[in-house]
C-alpha cells in the first residue's frame, strides 16, 4: 500500500480470499486501495469447496419472510432476529447483483434459474453452479480482482499479530488497529502492512478437528488474531458438523479435506440408510427424515454408528434416473466415479458426518464491526448472529456477500480526511518487527506433535456428543499443549506451520471454555449432562479479551 494515499482515499487490508474478501475487495477499489493478502494459493478457500449453493428468496413462490423463519428454525433459539432479517432481505439484492454481473448460476431448459431445496429449507431457495457452487464463485470473483488495476493481491503472505497501539514505539491509549504484522513465506521476512481498515475475512477453523471438509488453510486465524488484539469472541462451542461426507479412510492425501456429499442431494430424494440393517432411518429422529436440520441429522448419524459399531451409513440416490443423477451432480459423480470406484446411479455412498463450519466468532454489529476501531470482521471468522446454534443451509455464502457490502457502506458513511490523517499520523508510530531474539526451530519436531494431539482431543471430547467430564478433560490437557506451544513460539523462528499451530491452540481453548459454559443442549451443542431443550434462549456465549499466564487464557 502507498504510504501517499490522499486522505479521501482509504487504504483497505483484506485478509483472506474467500467470497466475503474478494466481494469487500471489488467494491472498495471503488473508493480506495485494497490489499488482501492469503497465505495460501489465490483460490485455495473454504469458499471454493462449497458444492450447494447460496440461498436467496427470489422465487416467485418465497419470499424473505420465510426465508427467516427457515433460518430461526435451524438457529435454535440463538439467532439475532435483526441480523437475519438483514441477511435474507439485504440478500436478495446482493444475489441479483452477482447475476447482475454475469454469475454463471445453473439455469433450465427454459432458461430460468434452478432453485435447489436442502435441509432446513420448506422452500426451493437454493441457486447453485450445478454441484460445484463455490468454486464458481471464487473463479468469478477472482476474474474480476484481477482485472481491478487498484486492487493488490499477495499470496503466500501469513498474518502474524494485528498492530494495534501495544505495538506503538511510544504506547498510546488506543483501541484502534493500524493494520498487520504479515510473514512473506517465500522470504521469511516479516513486514508491517498499514492500513486506514483492516478487514478480517479468513474463514473458520475446521482444522481443529481431524475430519473436516475445510481445506488446510481453515485454521482460526482470524478469530485467534481479534482474540488476542483485545475483541470478545462469541458463541465459539457451534461448530457445524455436515452429515455427509465421503468415509473412505486412508484413500486420500493426508491433509486433504473430506470429501463433502452436498446436501442437494437430500434435496433431491437421496435416502439415508442403515448398512447394517437396510434400513431408512431418518424417520425415526424427525419429521423431515433427511431434510431435517444438518444438527439433528449428524447426531441420527453418530446415534446410528454408536448403536450398531459402524464405520459409516449408506447415503443412497441410485433409486433416481442415472441420466438426471449425472446431470444434476456431475462434479460428484466423476469425482467418485474416477477416484473411488464409486458409482452413485447404482450404488449408495458410505457417508459419516464431518466438522464443516463455524457458527460462532468474532463478535461484530449489524456492520460487520469488531469491539475495535477500524477492525471489521465478515464471513465465517465473523459471529453476526445469523446462524445461532446451527446454520441453515447455503446462508454463509449469503451472509459472507450481505455483510462485505455492510462493512463497506458503515465505513464510506464514516469515511472523513481529518480523521484519516490522524489515524495514519498514530500508525507511524508504530514499530518495525522484532527479530533479534529468534533462534532456529531445532525442538520443531517436539512442538510439531502438539497438532495432532490437539485434533484428536477435539475429535474425543468435544465433538457432536459431549460431557462436563470430557470437556474439563480436553481444556486441562490442552491448556497445557497451549503453554508448551507459546513457550516455543517466544523464543524461535516464526513460520507458517507455527503461525497455524498457535492459533489452531487457542481456537481449541476457547471452543472448550465456550462449551463448557453452556449448561444445556442446543443446536450443535448436545451435553449428556443437560439433555434438555430449553425455550427460548438467545443467551450467547461471550468471553472477553484474555491475559495468557504460562499459556492458560484467562479472563480479563
Not at 454463509?396 to 480526511?417: K, M
Not at 486441562?476 to 516464526?494: A, H, L, P, Q, S
Amino acid at each position: 500500500m502507498s504510504a501517499d494515499t490522499p486522505p479521501s482515499e482509504p487504504r483497505f487490508l483484506v485478509i483472506g480470499s474467500g467470497i466475503a474478501g474478494l466481494f469487500f475487495a471489488l467494491k472498495a477499489a471503488r473508493h480506495g486501495h485494497v490489499t488482501i493478502v492469503t497465505k495460501d494459493s489465490v483460490d485455495n478457500a473454504a469458499t471454493t469447496y462449497a458444492q450447494g449453493g447460496i440461498a436467496a428468496a427470489l422465487g416467485t413462490w418465497d419470499n424473505p419472510e420465510k426465508h427467516k423463519a427457515d433460518t430461526l428454525v435451524a438457529g435454535a433459539g440463538l439467532c439475532d432476529e435483526d441480523a437475519v432479517d438483514i441477511l435474507v432481505r439485504e440478500g436478495v439484492r446482493r444475489v441479483q447483483e452477482l447475476i447482475d454481473l454475469g454469475m454463471p448460476f445453473t439455469r433450465g431448459d427454459d432458461g430460468k434459474l434452478h432453485f435447489g431445496r436442502e435441509g432446513g429449507h420448506n422452500e426451493s431457495r437454493v441457486l447453485h453452479t450445478h454441484d460445484h457452487t463455490g468454486r464458481s464463485l471464487e473463479s468469478f470473483l477472482l476474474e474480476r480482482v484481477a482485472a481491478e488495476p487498484n486492487i493488490t493481491l499477495r499470496t503466500n503472505h501469513c498474518v502474524v499479530e494485528l498492530a494495534t497501539e501495544h505495538h506503538m514505539l511510544n504506547q498510546a491509549n488506543s483501541s484502534q488497529v493500524f493494520g498487520a504484522y504479515v510473514l512473506n513465506a517465500a522470504t521469511n521476512e516479516i513486514d508491517l502492512h498499514l492500513a486506514d481498515y483492516t478487514i478480517l475475512a479468513s474463514g473458520g477453523a475446521g482444522r481443529v478437528y481431524p475430519v473436516t471438509t475445510n481445506p488446510p488453510v481453515s485454521t482460526g486465524d482470524g478469530v485467534a488474531l481479534a482474540y488476542r488484539a483485545g475483541c470478545r469472541v462469541r458463541n465459539m462451542e457451534f461448530f457445524q458438523f455436515h452429515p455427509t461426507a465421503l468415509a473412505l479412510k486412508g484413500k486420500k492425501p493426508a491433509g486433504t479435506p473430506a470429501f463433502l456429499i452436498t446436501e442437494a442431494m437430500r434435496g433431491e430424494g437421496a435416502i439415508l440408510k442403515n448398512p447394517k440393517t437396510g434400513r431408512a432411518f431418518m424417520q425415526d429422529y424427525h419429521e423431515q427424515r433427511e431434510l431435517a436440520p444438518r444438527d439433528i441429522v449428524a447426531r441420527a448419524i453418530d446415534a446410528e454408528l454408536k448403536r450398531d459399531g459402524l464405520d459409516y451409513v449408506y447415503l443412497d440416490i441410485s433409486h433416481r434416473d442415472a441420466a438426471f443423477v449425472k446431470e444434476h451432480f456431475p462434479m460428484i459423480y466423476d469425482t467418485l466415479k474416477v477416484q473411488f470406484n464409486i458409482d452413485i446411479t447404482a450404488e449408495p455412498i458410505p457417508v459419516v458426518p464431518a466438522v464443516h463450519y463455524m457458527c460462532g466468532g468474532v463478535l461484530v454489529d449489524h456492520d460487520g464491526l469488531t469491539d475495535l476501531e477500524r477492525l471489521y470482521a465478515i464471513g465465517e471468522v465473523a459471529s453476526t448472529g445469523v446462524h445461532g446454534g446451527n446454520r441453515l443451509a447455503s446462508n454463509s455464502l449469503l451472509e459472507g456477500i450481505v455483510f462485505a457490502e455492510r462493512a463497506l457502506v458503515n465505513i464510506i458513511e464514516y469515511l472523513a480526511p481529518e480523521r484519516l490523517m490522524a489515524h495514519r499520523k498514530a500508525a507511524a508510530t508504530i514499530a518495525e518487527w522484532d527479530h533479534t531474539h529468534a533462534k532456529n526451530p531445532d525442538e520443531w519436531v517436539l512442538i510439531s506433535h502438539d497438532f495432532k494431539e490437539i485434533r484428536s482431543i477435539m475429535w474425543d471430547y468435544v465433538g457432536i456428543v459431549r460431557s462436563t467430564l470430557r470437556l474439563e478433560r480436553a481444556l486441562r490437557r490442552v491448556d497445557v499443549i497451549y503453554g508448551e506451544i507459546i513457550d516455543y513460539y517466544n523464543r524461535t523462528i516464526i513460520s507458517r506451520d507455527l503461525l497455524e499451530l498457535r492459533n489452531l491452540a487457542l481456537v481449541a481453548q476457547l471452543t472448550i471454555r465456550s462449551a463448557l459454559a453452556r449448561k444445556e443442549s442446543r443446536g450443535l451443542h448436545f451435553m449428556t449432562d443437560y439433555p434438555e431443550h430449553r425455550e427460548p434462549s438467545r443467551a450467547d456465549t461471550v468471553l472477553e479479551p484474555a491475559h495468557y499466564q504460562h499459556g492458560k487464557v484467562t479472563q480479563g
